[in-house]
Each structure stands twice: as structure tokens, then as C-alpha cells.
């Protein structure tokens, strides 16, 4: 049996990176999933490969959210989970940062946050209860140059899980949040997205950064972060609700001098 059979739940921004590996590992552990992204092609691939469910879901619009509701239900009848995965990264000082694209990152992290959580809690109490994972960062913990409007948004989402598990809690539905470090997809290293760009060497130069930052001396894998989304949608973490999970190698426990 698997941790999450007969459980259908929504990951959004599940056509790569995190998303992807947590849509792979709750369809192998008996999840009905539905495979929510703005990037079509990829998207169509993954829920075909695991026989899953995918809806077109831009996470900024409440009326695609209502849209892949509809679809879930129609297709399964029932929504038991929710990963809010979705998100961007834009670099940047904050007093260089045009409001339009802080306004962007605000919409896609922390108002499709706060959508998805409004989108689906009726439905997940309806089926008799369930969970809502929120992807927080690293940088909701703490400050970082040059990526303030992210940190701004992660932080709220901190926020925004707290709130929701308080007044979910009633309805038997769990919430609680990721906070990931460096984690190796597109978004750590864009150059995995530019067919011009020396994916390889920028790779590299990543890896050897985070040797340095890092406790742990490396940079984590999706499929670890992955896990931790398993663990706090299934019953291991039954009595856990509204708590930041850091994963991010020790990153967070200080700066090394050595």
C-alpha cells in the first residue's frame, strides 16, 4: 500500500523541478494526481506518463483556479491535498526593482498562494479532511541581497500558512509550509532553460558555490524536497499543522569560517 492511496491531490507548477518530482513521487504512492502548470506540452507528457490528470493552471487567476477545481472533481470527484508549488525568482535590488515586476512575483507566489488555499479548503473539508502544503523558501526565514521581492512573498507565505491552519483546523484540514534552500532546478540555475547558455559549466559553478555556503557541501535534489511534501500530505505528520519545515542542508544554522 502506498502513503497516499486513493488520495487525489493538486501540485501546481508540476511540469518540472519540484513540482515534477512531487507529482512522480504521489502517483507512486497511490495518489490520484493532477498535474497543474502553465507550460502545456511538458505538463500533457508527465500526467500521460503517470496516468495522471493535467489542467492549464496560471496560479495569479482565480477563474483558472475555479476551472481546474471543476476539472479535478469531474475527473476524480473529490479533492484530498493540495502542494502549492508554484513560483518565480526574479534578481534584483529592491530599490532597482520595477513595481511591474515586483507586482509579478507577488501575484504568481503569494496571491496564487493564498488562491489555491481559497480554491480548494471547501473542497478538501467536503471529502472529510486533508492537507495543503505551501512552498515557502529558505528566504522566509531569513534576508538575502538581491532577491527581496522573493523574500517579501516567502515570508507571506509564512504568513498565510499559519492563518489557514488555525482556522482550517476545525475542518480536519492540515497546513503547514516548505522552506527550501538551494535546490537544483531552472530555478537556481537558469541556464538549464537557454539552449545558448553553458548549462554544464554554470552547473559547476553552482555546485562549487554551495560547497562553500552549505553545511552539507552540496546543493539538494527536487526529489528530496519531494519527500518532505510526501510527509506532511500523509498521515506520518497527523498531528502536525501550521509549521515552517526548513530543508536546505544546514544552510540556514549559520556561516562557516572554515
Known amino acids: 500500500m502506498g502513503k497516499l492511496d486513493g488520495r ?27 498535474v497543474a502548470d502553465v507550460l502545456d506540452d511538458q505538463a500533457e507528457a508527465l500526467a500521460k506518463e503517470l496516468g495522471a490528470l493535467h489542467v492549464r493552471l496560471d496560479v495569479s487567476k482565480e477563474a483558472d483556479w475555479d476551472a481546474a477545481v471543476a476539472a479535478t472533481k469531474e475527473a476524480y470527484g473529490r479533492i484530498d491535498g493540495l502542494v502549492n508549488n508554484a513560483g518565480i525568482l526574479r534578481f534584483n535590488s529592491l530599490v532597482d526593482t520595477p513595481l511591474e515586476e515586483f507586482m509579478q512575483v507577488v501575484q504568481v507566489n503569494q496571491v496564487g498562494c493564498f488562491l489555491g488555499i481559497k480554491a480548494v479548503a471547501g473542497e478538501i473539508a467536503a471529502a472529510g479532511g486533508g492537507t495543503i502544503v505551501n512552498t515557502a523558501s529558505y528566504t522566509a526565514m531569513t534576508g538575502m541581497a538581491a532577491v527581496g521581492t522573493y523574500a517579501a512573498t516567502k515570508h507571506a507565505i509564512l504568513g498565510l500558512t499559519r492563518v489557514a491552519a488555525m482556522e482550517l483546523a476545525q475542518q480536519g484540514i492540515r497546513v503547514n509550509a516548505m522552506c527550501p534552500g538551494a535546490i537544483d532546478t531552472a530555478m537556481s540555475n537558469p541556464a538549464l532553460l537557454d539552449p545558448d547558455a553553458d548549462a554544464e559549466e554554470m552547473s559547476k559553478a553552482i555546485g562549487d558555490l554551495y560547497r562553500k555556503l552549505v553545511p552539507l557541501g552540496r546543493i539538494g535534489r527536487p526529489e528530496e524536497v519531494a519527500k518532505l511534501a510526501l510527509f506532511l500530505t500523509s498521515d506520518d505528520s497527523s498531528y502536525i499543522t501550521g509549521q515552517p519545515f526548513v530543508i536546505d542542508g544546514g544552510w540556514l544554522a549559520g556561516v562557516s569560517i572554515l
Open 8 to 34: 487525489v491531490v493538486i501540485v501546481t507548477g508540476a511540469a518540472r523541478g519540484q513540482g515534477e518530482q512531487e507529482a512522480r513521487l504521489f502517483a507512486a504512492e497511490g495518489a490520484r494526481v493532477v
